[in-house]
């Protein structure tokens, strides 16, 4: 069998060939040939369950094209697929960021996944990492060392059905046999959680790294394995002096406020994702000061949110008579990222860049106040809860349920949720009770994916006129009814209710009432579905522990581990039946009814 190495001098100067050479390996290697050429003396049944769980899914390449047409033109150019989506590389980003003492913010590093049939004739695929690294750009050398290094290069195995008590037994596996952890983490663009082990230097393959690849949030295994002494980061090797850490934390705000103004000023409207535009341009767009423009987007370039070009035909001087950065004129042009700012984007997150830097930021400063006393710095800055301040204000009210819809990602999954698969294939027609479900987004999803099942939609009279608008659009508005008013108002006889980020705005004694009146409501077959972010039971660093002083400092709510959760439905004669990840670092939580025995009712 032929296996393909990356350490050729003059394969790490090409990226195309670096490609091609990847896409190779994949065509000819399956599995159980493919393992004990990484793992030496695997055999018997330690290799039988590493097959068995597990099966080769790709080979891990990062390439540094000047361009997004380059690197299309170069997957053509290896048999590859030109137009493969790309998301976000969470875990390659931050891996990058520590080795050059970068910050992960400058790093837009992408992933796609071009497919690629096996030898065995089973679809895999190479994955590619893609930083863009323009000529003369400052990220040239970082592309000159990783070439070199080849630190990214790996083997990828997806674990068929993870679940904690497989990936521990996994990764013993592998370390019995000389693989040792090197890192990993949580991606929630695509909710999957990855494990990197450095393989043994007797291998075979030409690839020293291998990753196992499980779908779905595993962060408790993966803190085990980043846990393991040798998984973790050698002291001298990429982290960043205290003091250096410290100063990027503290001006977290600034990249608030940078995204938000970016929002408010229309600049996304304004901009292309194909095309560069000088500042003084985009400036004349939008009625802003051409030199504080260009001093915004150039922050926003560090952020990942536009990235710049030199502009050609543009001129050297902008008419202050100063220079943009030594340059003749600087273009930018939006990206990926960028692009959600804008109003017109599908699942557009401007509402969110505008909440979060506008009424939620001016709370935040009342955060010493929330920490002092426990009660919200939102109620002490206006004098009233938020619910209320937006209530008076129709303005804020719409900015606020866009919002919400703007997180809407996290959504996705749900509506194949077994609970729901199994109300839309129910005999009779059944209905998914929305409580408090804002402006209909949830519902929207729903009813969409499932054209069997009804909705009713519980919530204030404006966000159920805004709901009507956005469900009749959708096609879903005549499966739809709407009930205006409080959590004292669930509508009984309902097969599927639904609470989606509802909880986390209270304490735990209102909880147990808005619990207790949908227990009340609900038939003693019915489905509860509850959708939040779970504090980790390890105390881990989780998305949830930041919401978790947000709720604080402005509505006095709280984010809960899985086990608080039990206890409040224990309380309101509910009982938790499972949790399921969902984008975002979400959960949703199944309860049902407690069933009283025939013998207790008699």
Not at 283 to 304: D, F, Q, S, W
Not at 392 to 410: C, G, V
Request: net charge negative; hydrophobic share 40%; aromatic share 4%.
């Amino acid at each position: 069998m032929t296996t393909m190495t990356l350490h050729d001098e003059t394969v790490l100067r090409d990226d195309t060939a670096r490609l091609c050479a990847a896409a190779a390996f994949v065509r000819e290697h399956d599995s159980a040939s493919l393992l004990p050429l990484l793992l030496p003396g695997i055999e018997g049944p330690d290799l039988r369950a590493l097959a068995g769980h597990c099966h080769f899914a790709h080979a891990g390449i990062l390439v540094f094209p000047p361009d997004e047409a380059t690197l299309r033109a170069r997957l053509t150019d290896c048999g590859l697929t030109a137009d493969s989506p790309s998301h976000p590389s969470v875990v390659v980003r931050e891996r990058l960021a520590r080795r050059h003492r970068l910050a992960a913010a400058d790093l837009d590093v992408r992933i796609l996944r071009p497919q690629v049939r096996g030898a065995d004739g089973e679809r895999r695929a190479v994955e590619v990492f893609a930083l863009t690294v323009p000529p003369h750009s400052r990220l040239e050398p970082v592309a000159a060392a990783e070439r070199t290094g080849g630190h990214e290069a790996h083997l990828g195995f997806e674990v068929d059905h993870p679940d904690p008590l497989v990936l521990r037994g996994l990764c013993a596996i592998l370390a019995r046999h000389g693989a040792r952890p090197d890192g990993g983490g949580y991606n929630p663009h695509e909710n999957g959680t990855v494990l990197y082990f450095t393989t043994p230097a007797e291998g075979v393959s030409g690839y020293r790294r291998l990753e196992l690849y499980a779908h779905g949030d595993h962060r408790d295994s993966l803190a085990a394995h980043l846990d393991h002494p040798e998984g973790r980061p050698h002291p001298g090797s990429a982290e960043r002096p205290p003091a250096e850490t410290l100063l990027q934390l503290l001006t977290g705000a600034w990249t608030t406020q940078a995204l938000a103004s970016f929002a408010r000023l229309g600049l996304p409207e304004a901009m292309d994702t194909r095309t560069a535009r000088p500042a003084a341009d985009l400036a004349r767009l939008t009625g802003t000061h051409p030199r504080g423009l260009a001093t915004l987007l150039r922050y926003l370039e560090m952020l990942g949110a536009v990235t710049r070009e030199d502009h050609p035909e543009g001129h050297p001087e902008d008419r202050h008579g100063e220079r943009h950065g030594g340059r003749p004129e600087e273009g930018f042009r939006l990206t990926a990222l960028g692009a959600l700012l804008r109003a017109d984007a599908p699942a557009s997150m401007r509402p969110l860049a505008l909440m979060y830097g506008g009424p939620f930021y001016r709370s935040f400063g009342e955060l010493d106040h929330a920490v002092r006393t426990g009660q919200p710095g939102f109620d002490h800055l206006h004098g009233e809860n938020h619910f209320d301040h937006f209530a008076r204000d129709p303005e804020l009210a719409d900015l606020f349920d866009r919002s919400m819809a703007a997180s809407s990602r996290m959504f996705q999954p749900l509506p194949a949720h077994p609970v729901l698969t199994a109300a839309a294939h129910a005999p009779a027609s059944a209905t998914v009770v929305d409580v408090a479900g804002g402006n209909g987004e949830l519902l929207r999803q729903v009813l969409t994916a499932h054209p069997g099942l009804r909705g009713v939609l519980l919530e204030r009279p404006h966000a159920v006129a805004t709901a009507r608008r956005l469900l009749d659009a959708a096609g879903c508005g005549a499966r739809c009814a709407y009930r205006t008013g409080d959590f004292a108002d669930v509508p009984a006889g309902g097969d599927v209710y639904v609470l989606a980020r509802v909880l986390h705005d209270w304490d735990d004694d209102r909880c147990r009432e808005i619990l207790g009146h949908c227990a009340r409501a609900m038939p003693a077959h019915a489905d509860l579905l509850i959708v939040e972010r779970l504090l980790p039971a390890d105390g881990s660093p989780s998305a949830a522990t930041a919401w978790d002083l947000h709720m604080l400092c402005n509505t006095g709510g709280r984010e809960r581990r899985e086990d608080h959760y039990a206890r409040l439905l224990a309380d309101a004669g509910l009982s938790l039946h499972g949790r399921t990840p969902l984008p975002l670092g979400a959960h949703v939580l199944h309860a049902r009814r407690v069933r009283v025995p025939e013998a207790v009712r008699a």
